[in-house]
Protein backbone atom coordinates (compact mmCIF):
# COMPACT_ATOMS: atom_id res chain seq x y z
CA UNK A 1 0.00 0.00 0.00
CA UNK A 2 1.37 3.31 -0.97
CA UNK A 3 1.14 5.52 2.65
CA UNK A 4 2.17 8.61 1.43
CA UNK A 5 1.04 11.68 -0.40
CA UNK A 6 3.66 14.76 -0.74
CA UNK A 7 1.87 16.78 -3.83
CA UNK A 8 -1.13 18.40 -2.09
CA UNK A 9 -2.77 22.29 -2.20
CA UNK A 10 -4.94 23.42 0.42
CA UNK A 11 -6.14 26.89 0.31
CA UNK A 12 -3.02 28.97 0.93
CA UNK A 13 -2.78 28.41 -2.85
CA UNK A 14 -5.33 30.06 -5.01
CA UNK A 15 -6.57 27.31 -6.33
CA UNK A 16 -6.95 24.91 -3.10
CA UNK A 17 -10.43 24.19 -1.74
CA UNK A 18 -9.59 22.74 1.91
CA UNK A 19 -8.31 24.39 4.93
CA UNK A 20 -4.39 22.60 5.80
CA UNK A 21 -5.62 21.55 8.80
CA UNK A 22 -8.48 19.64 7.14
CA UNK A 23 -6.26 18.21 4.92
CA UNK A 24 -3.75 17.13 7.80
CA UNK A 25 -7.02 15.26 9.26
CA UNK A 26 -7.62 13.51 6.44
CA UNK A 27 -4.38 12.50 5.53
CA UNK A 28 -4.89 10.50 9.11
CA UNK A 29 -7.84 9.03 8.40
CA UNK A 30 -6.43 7.35 5.31
CA UNK A 31 -3.52 5.99 6.76
CA UNK A 32 -0.85 8.21 5.51
CA UNK A 33 2.60 8.14 7.19
CA UNK A 34 3.75 10.79 5.60
CA UNK A 35 1.48 13.67 4.11
CA UNK A 36 3.50 16.28 1.92
CA UNK A 37 1.97 19.86 1.92
CA UNK A 38 3.24 21.47 -1.55
CA UNK A 39 1.80 25.25 -2.49
CA UNK A 40 2.28 26.48 -5.70
CA UNK A 41 5.29 29.17 -5.47
CA UNK A 42 5.17 30.33 -9.02
CA UNK A 43 6.67 33.90 -9.47
CA UNK A 44 7.17 34.47 -12.94
CA UNK A 45 4.76 36.73 -14.68
CA UNK A 46 2.11 34.46 -16.18
CA UNK A 47 1.61 31.71 -13.42
CA UNK A 48 2.33 33.86 -10.63
CA UNK A 49 -1.51 35.54 -11.34
CA UNK A 50 -3.16 32.57 -11.57
CA UNK A 51 -2.20 29.51 -9.33
CA UNK A 52 0.24 30.81 -6.57
CA UNK A 53 -0.30 31.18 -2.78
CA UNK A 54 -1.33 34.43 -1.30
CA UNK A 55 0.66 34.75 1.85
CA UNK A 56 3.81 32.48 1.44
CA UNK A 57 5.22 33.70 5.27
CA UNK A 58 1.35 32.90 6.42
CA UNK A 59 2.06 29.93 4.92
CA UNK A 60 5.31 28.42 6.32
CA UNK A 61 4.12 29.80 9.91
CA UNK A 62 1.09 28.42 10.08
CA UNK A 63 2.04 24.58 8.32
CA UNK A 64 5.06 24.62 10.57
CA UNK A 65 2.83 25.13 13.64
CA UNK A 66 0.25 22.29 12.44
CA UNK A 67 3.55 19.91 11.41
CA UNK A 68 4.41 20.11 14.80
CA UNK A 69 1.34 19.68 16.69
CA UNK A 70 0.15 16.70 14.00
CA UNK A 71 3.03 15.00 13.64
CA UNK A 72 4.17 11.76 15.99
CA UNK A 73 3.26 8.35 16.66
CA UNK A 74 3.94 7.12 12.85
CA UNK A 75 2.94 10.22 11.18
CA UNK A 76 4.68 12.79 9.57
CA UNK A 77 3.81 16.45 7.87
CA UNK A 78 6.30 17.57 5.52
CA UNK A 79 6.24 21.33 5.06
CA UNK A 80 6.80 21.59 1.22
CA UNK A 81 6.71 23.95 -2.03
CA UNK A 82 5.73 23.22 -5.92
CA UNK A 83 8.19 25.71 -7.49
CA UNK A 84 6.72 26.81 -10.82
CA UNK A 85 9.95 26.79 -12.99
CA UNK A 86 10.33 30.00 -15.18
CA UNK A 87 12.59 31.07 -17.81
CA UNK A 88 12.92 34.51 -16.61
CA UNK A 89 15.64 34.36 -14.19
CA UNK A 90 14.23 36.95 -11.71
CA UNK A 91 11.64 34.48 -10.95
CA UNK A 92 13.44 31.76 -10.43
CA UNK A 93 16.36 34.16 -8.67
CA UNK A 94 12.73 34.73 -6.02
CA UNK A 95 12.21 31.12 -5.92
CA UNK A 96 15.91 30.76 -4.77
CA UNK A 97 15.23 33.24 -2.12
CA UNK A 98 11.91 31.43 -0.77
CA UNK A 99 13.97 28.05 -0.25
CA UNK A 100 16.73 30.03 1.67
CA UNK A 101 14.32 31.87 3.71
CA UNK A 102 11.67 29.38 4.50
CA UNK A 103 13.83 25.98 4.08
CA UNK A 104 10.80 23.79 2.89
CA UNK A 105 11.40 20.03 3.60
CA UNK A 106 10.92 19.26 0.05
CA UNK A 107 10.59 20.94 -3.33
CA UNK A 108 8.51 19.57 -6.14
CA UNK A 109 10.02 21.24 -9.39
CA UNK A 110 7.14 21.62 -11.88
CA UNK A 111 6.48 23.12 -15.53
CA UNK A 112 3.20 25.05 -15.85
CA UNK A 113 4.69 27.50 -18.02
CA UNK A 114 5.74 27.66 -21.79
CA UNK A 115 5.87 30.26 -24.34
CA UNK A 116 4.68 32.23 -21.96
CA UNK A 117 1.42 30.49 -21.21
CA UNK A 118 0.27 28.01 -18.63
CA UNK A 119 -0.09 25.05 -20.90
CA UNK A 120 -3.16 23.98 -18.86
CA UNK A 121 -5.14 26.55 -20.39
CA UNK A 122 -6.44 26.81 -23.98
CA UNK A 123 -4.21 30.26 -24.75
CA UNK A 124 -1.05 27.95 -24.95
CA UNK A 125 -1.97 25.67 -28.25
CA UNK A 126 -3.46 28.48 -29.89
CA UNK A 127 -2.36 28.22 -33.59
CA UNK A 128 -0.52 25.17 -32.15
CA UNK A 129 0.08 21.34 -33.69
CA UNK A 130 0.10 18.89 -30.79
CA UNK A 131 3.04 17.75 -31.85
CA UNK A 132 4.65 21.18 -31.77
CA UNK A 133 2.87 22.22 -28.33
CA UNK A 134 4.07 19.06 -26.49
CA UNK A 135 7.54 19.35 -27.64
CA UNK A 136 7.82 22.57 -26.60
CA UNK A 137 6.46 21.38 -22.98
CA UNK A 138 9.15 18.75 -22.97
CA UNK A 139 11.78 20.82 -23.89
CA UNK A 140 11.02 23.31 -20.89
CA UNK A 141 10.92 20.59 -18.79
CA UNK A 142 14.33 19.05 -19.55
CA UNK A 143 15.52 22.60 -19.09
CA UNK A 144 13.90 22.83 -15.44
CA UNK A 145 16.52 19.81 -14.64
CA UNK A 146 18.61 22.55 -14.22
CA UNK A 147 17.07 24.95 -12.44
CA UNK A 148 19.37 27.16 -10.19
CA UNK A 149 17.07 26.27 -6.60
CA UNK A 150 16.91 23.09 -4.73
CA UNK A 151 14.55 20.72 -5.80
CA UNK A 152 13.83 17.37 -4.66
CA UNK A 153 11.32 15.81 -6.80
CA UNK A 154 10.26 16.05 -10.91
CA UNK A 155 6.45 16.96 -10.97
CA UNK A 156 3.77 15.89 -12.70
CA UNK A 157 5.24 14.84 -16.76
CA UNK A 158 2.57 15.38 -19.33
CA UNK A 159 0.84 18.20 -17.38
CA UNK A 160 0.44 19.57 -20.92
CA UNK A 161 -2.05 17.01 -21.86
CA UNK A 162 -4.48 17.37 -19.17
CA UNK A 163 -6.00 19.96 -20.65
CA UNK A 164 -5.27 19.89 -24.46
CA UNK A 165 -7.95 20.47 -27.20
CA UNK A 166 -6.87 17.61 -29.50
CA UNK A 167 -8.71 14.71 -30.37
CA UNK A 168 -6.22 12.42 -28.65
CA UNK A 169 -5.02 14.11 -25.79
CA UNK A 170 -2.14 11.18 -24.63
CA UNK A 171 1.57 11.92 -24.93
CA UNK A 172 3.62 8.65 -24.87
CA UNK A 173 7.11 7.81 -24.80
CA UNK A 174 7.29 6.90 -28.51
CA UNK A 175 6.10 9.96 -29.51
CA UNK A 176 9.60 11.47 -28.30
CA UNK A 177 11.90 9.23 -27.22
CA UNK A 178 15.27 10.74 -27.72
CA UNK A 179 13.83 13.74 -25.79
CA UNK A 180 12.42 11.70 -22.85
CA UNK A 181 15.06 10.07 -22.96
CA UNK A 182 17.60 13.21 -22.82
CA UNK A 183 14.87 14.03 -19.44
CA UNK A 184 14.68 10.68 -17.99
CA UNK A 185 18.55 10.04 -17.76
CA UNK A 186 19.39 13.29 -16.02
CA UNK A 187 16.70 12.88 -13.91
CA UNK A 188 18.62 9.31 -12.63
CA UNK A 189 21.78 11.28 -12.78
CA UNK A 190 21.56 14.19 -11.10
CA UNK A 191 19.45 11.56 -8.51
CA UNK A 192 16.40 13.04 -8.27
CA UNK A 193 12.78 11.85 -7.70
CA UNK A 194 10.48 11.15 -10.61
CA UNK A 195 6.67 11.99 -9.39
CA UNK A 196 3.64 9.63 -10.10
CA UNK A 197 0.91 12.10 -10.44
CA UNK A 198 -2.54 10.19 -9.87
CA UNK A 199 -4.46 13.68 -11.14
CA UNK A 200 -4.30 12.13 -15.13
CA UNK A 201 -7.56 14.27 -15.42
CA UNK A 202 -8.16 14.51 -19.38
CA UNK A 203 -4.65 13.32 -20.28
CA UNK A 204 -6.07 9.78 -21.43
CA UNK A 205 -4.14 8.44 -18.09
CA UNK A 206 -4.94 7.33 -14.91
CA UNK A 207 -1.67 9.16 -13.95
CA UNK A 208 1.18 11.03 -15.15
CA UNK A 209 3.64 10.25 -16.77
CA UNK A 210 1.83 7.49 -18.92
CA UNK A 211 2.80 4.21 -17.87
CA UNK A 212 5.73 3.30 -20.90
CA UNK A 213 7.39 6.36 -19.47
CA UNK A 214 7.59 4.87 -15.92
CA UNK A 215 8.71 1.56 -17.74
CA UNK A 216 11.58 3.66 -19.74
CA UNK A 217 12.76 4.79 -16.74
CA UNK A 218 12.77 1.97 -15.02
CA UNK A 219 14.58 0.59 -17.56
CA UNK A 220 17.29 3.19 -17.80
CA UNK A 221 17.79 2.31 -14.02
CA UNK A 222 15.56 4.69 -11.97
CA UNK A 223 14.19 3.80 -8.85
CA UNK A 224 13.22 6.78 -7.10
CA UNK A 225 9.12 7.31 -7.13
CA UNK A 226 7.45 9.09 -5.33
CA UNK A 227 3.72 9.73 -5.09
CA UNK A 228 1.32 12.64 -5.42
CA UNK A 229 -2.16 13.33 -6.19
CA UNK A 230 -2.39 16.98 -6.59
CA UNK A 231 -5.38 17.08 -4.58
CA UNK A 232 -6.73 20.36 -3.76
CA UNK A 233 -9.16 18.93 -1.59
CA UNK A 234 -9.96 16.35 1.38
CA UNK A 235 -11.86 14.07 -1.26
CA UNK A 236 -8.83 13.49 -3.17
CA UNK A 237 -6.43 12.89 -1.01
CA UNK A 238 -4.25 9.65 -1.78
CA UNK A 239 -6.35 9.44 -4.85
CA UNK A 240 -5.83 5.82 -7.09
CA UNK A 241 -2.91 5.02 -4.63
CA UNK A 242 -4.12 1.26 -5.45
CA UNK A 243 -4.20 1.73 -9.25
CA UNK A 244 -0.50 3.78 -9.25
CA UNK A 245 0.73 0.67 -6.90
CA UNK A 246 -0.54 -1.70 -9.18
CA UNK A 247 1.31 -0.45 -12.27
CA UNK A 248 4.46 0.55 -10.55
CA UNK A 249 4.59 -2.75 -9.38
CA UNK A 250 4.04 -4.78 -12.76
CA UNK A 251 7.09 -2.06 -14.02
CA UNK A 252 8.81 -3.35 -11.44
CA UNK A 253 8.91 -1.06 -8.56
CA UNK A 254 9.24 -1.99 -5.03
CA UNK A 255 9.69 1.62 -3.00
CA UNK A 256 8.28 4.60 -2.89
CA UNK A 257 10.71 7.98 -2.12
CA UNK A 258 9.86 10.38 0.11
CA UNK A 259 12.30 13.38 0.47
CA UNK A 260 12.70 14.52 4.04
CA UNK A 261 15.20 17.96 4.56
CA UNK A 262 17.11 16.79 1.59
CA UNK A 263 17.64 13.11 2.51
CA UNK A 264 15.05 10.20 0.88
CA UNK A 265 14.00 7.77 3.14
CA UNK A 266 12.25 4.77 1.18
CA UNK A 267 9.36 2.17 2.08
CA UNK A 268 8.09 -0.55 0.53
CA UNK A 269 4.54 -0.64 -0.96
Known sequence: ??????????????DGRSPLADMIGQAKRLGLRYYGVSEHLDTDSVSGKIFTMTDVPAYFAAARQLQRR??????????????????????????????????????????????GYDCYFPGYFAGKEKKAAYRAYLERVRESLEAPYPYDVVGHIGYVSRNAPYPDRTLRYEDFPDLYDEILKRIVEKGKILEVNSAGKGSGWEFLPSPDVLARYFSLGGRLISFGSDAHNTARLAEKREIVAAALKEIGFTQIAVPVCGKIERYEF
Open 1 to 14: MITSDIHTHSTFSN
Open 70 to 115: ESGEGFTVLVGGEFGYSTEPQANAELAAIFETYSPDFVVNSVHVVD
